[in-house]
């Protein structure tokens, strides 16, 4: 055991000497490379790895995308006075993630948890002069402590109760009981508010949204990778969490509320990077949804699929914004409910014809949230194109019962089936966001869509009372923005 503790430290540790040296993709391609060479060697039984199979992914996962995002890094700020000291908080934040990835003493993993909170800090103030960006981090890191605050008194509770910190251990323990203290239902609540806070759940996303001030690489980098963190200490923790009802209760009514509004407050955003920025928290709420009615190989796919795809978003938003103005100049007609609802139908029927293949069984929870994702799947239909739409479904349906079979083997036990009232709810969630999207893209000239889609393009003026509730409890000194620019924070961050 000490050899692989050693083993897979060395992951992280090329990072921080990377951090020493200011050394730039080189170091990330090293990380990659070392820890695909551990994953190899533990598939083929040449090491032993105590890594469950969640942190083996996160593993290649981080490592990956750190890689590609050190690599863009280079030409993107090329020729800029503060690359190496970006790269020296760069190569902080990738081993801190590591870390938890890593980790299995509950303290070690905070202290990394709180690096990572530092280490992005200093990257989303990369440019001080920016007043939005200056605000974004100041929230952030409000929001951060909170959520540093509430994991610690957490895992002080879970110490004083089982005098261990090993997340193995206490993994085993917690599936041996049938029931928790009140203590532990606790701790339990203050760990779902760690992941609610970590994931920028409504009302408190208002900082995802203005941090893509930041440069590039960091945006895709955060929306890629760091904010998937709530979701995997809630994996991680999860022998915890299917005992704690009320927990539970907290995690799929703000996950579901946070999923409906800002999945529709997404379709009414122009800018690019603010769309990204907002389906990013719908993502997020979605996937801890899943988390919430146990669900858990569907979630740890969830977490791979959308680390893969908003890296490549953000890394190519240039093209993007390319893509967006020719298609306003040269519409395609655009989506029809026809289309959309011949594509979702033909995504349902690819996965009933390869769940019945397989002969593997579906929870009614996976048949609620695949229902959502075949209507994605029928919007996508319309814009792809039906050959390359109907092979991006044949593959992620796929993709999907490769990671169920793979749960029932490797990774952690699945959670007892999710009560009536969580697929109540969850059904709830599902037609609201389906009725308020077919309202904002098809339910034109009434009056009721204008309202609608007023509210939405404000948020719901949610942010705007976080912000000025963040400001009154924890005042900062921000730089002076133009009027010119923007009378309105101007008027905000005025002292």
């Known amino acids: 055991m000490e050899s692989t503790i050693v083993v897979t430290a060395l992951v992280p540790l090329v990072y921080v000497v990377a951090m020493l040296r200011f050394w730039r993709s080189t170091s990330a391609l090293a990380a ?93 103030v990369f440019y001080p002069e920016r007043a ?23 895992i002080g509770l879970i110490y004083w109760q089982h005098q261990t910190l090993s997340i193995t251990a206490l993994d085993g323990i917690w599936r041996e009981l049938d029931t928790l203290p009140l203590s532990m239902q606790f701790a339990a609540v203050l760990v779902v508010i760690t992941a609610l806070l970590k994931c920028a759940q409504l009302p408190f996303h208002g900082w995802l949204i203005q941090v893509v001030e930041a440069p590039t ?12 963190l709530g979701g995997f200490l809630l994996l991680r923790l999860a022998g915890l969490l299917e005992l704690a009802a ?46 919430g009615l146990g669900l858990y190989a569907l979630a740890i796919l969830h977490l791979v699929a959308h680390s893969c795809y908003k890296a490549y978003s953000f890394l190519n938003s240039g093209s993007q914004v390319q893509h967006s103005v020719m298609a306003r100049v040269a519409p395609g007609g655009g989506l029809k409910l026809r289309t959309a609802m011949l594509g979702s139908l033909i995504a349902m029927t690819a996965y009933l014809t390869l769940t019945q293949w397989f002969s593997l069984p579906v929870s009614a929870a996976e048949w609620l949230l695949l229902a959502l994702y075949s209507i994605g799947f029928g919007c996508l239909w319309r814009r ?14 796929a993709l999907h019962l490769v990671f169920k079979a793979g749960a029932q083997m490797h990774l952690e036990p699945a959670a007892s089936p999710a009560g009536d009232w969580a697929l109540i709810w969850t059904a709830t969630v599902i037609a609201a966001l389906g009725a308020g999207g077919w309202l904002v893209m098809f339910g034109r000239n009434t009056t009721l869509h204008q309202d609608l889609y007023r509210s939405l393009y404000a948020g719901l003026y949610l942010d705007e009372w976080a912000t000025r509730l963040t400001l009154r409890l924890w005042p900062a000194r921000l730089p002076e923005p133009s009027p010119m620019l923007n009378p309105v924070l101007a008027k905000e961050t005025r002292p």
């Not at 990738?94 to 980790?103: E, R």
């Not at 050959?387 to 349906?397: D, E, P, Q, T, Y």
């Open 32 to 124: 990659f490379v070392l820890a695909v060479a551990v994953t190899i060697l533990a598939a083929f039984n040449l090491l032993t790895l105590t890594l469950s199979s969640v942190q083996e992914i996160m593993l290649l996962l981080v490592t990956g995308l750190g890689w590609i995002v050190s690599r863009f890094s280079e030409q993107y700020l090329a020729g800029d006075p503060g690359q190496p000291r970006f790269y020296c908080w760069l190569n902080a934040l990738l081993a801190s993630v590591l870390v938890v990835v890593v980790a299995d003493n509950l303290l070690l993993l905070w202290t990394a948890w709180v690096a990572i909170s530092l280490s992005l800090h200093q990257l989303l």
């Open 132 to 154: 939005r960006a200056a605000l974004a981090a100041h929230k952030k890191f409000v929001f951060a402590r909170l959520a540093d605050l509430a994991l610690l008194v957490a």
């Open 217 to 228: 690489p960091v945006s895709a980098l955060l929306h890629a990778g760091v904010v998937n």
């Open 246 to 291: 009320v927990a539970t209760g907290v995690l799929l009514i703000v996950a579901g509320a946070s999923l409906v509004l800002a999945g529709l407050v997404a379709v009414t955003r122009i800018s690019i990077k603010v769309a990204l920025a907002w389906s990013t928290v719908a993502q997020m709420a979605l996937m801890l949804l899943q988390i």
């Open 384 to 397: 792809r194109g039906w050959l390359l739409s109907l092979g991006m479904i044949v593959a992620l349906v």
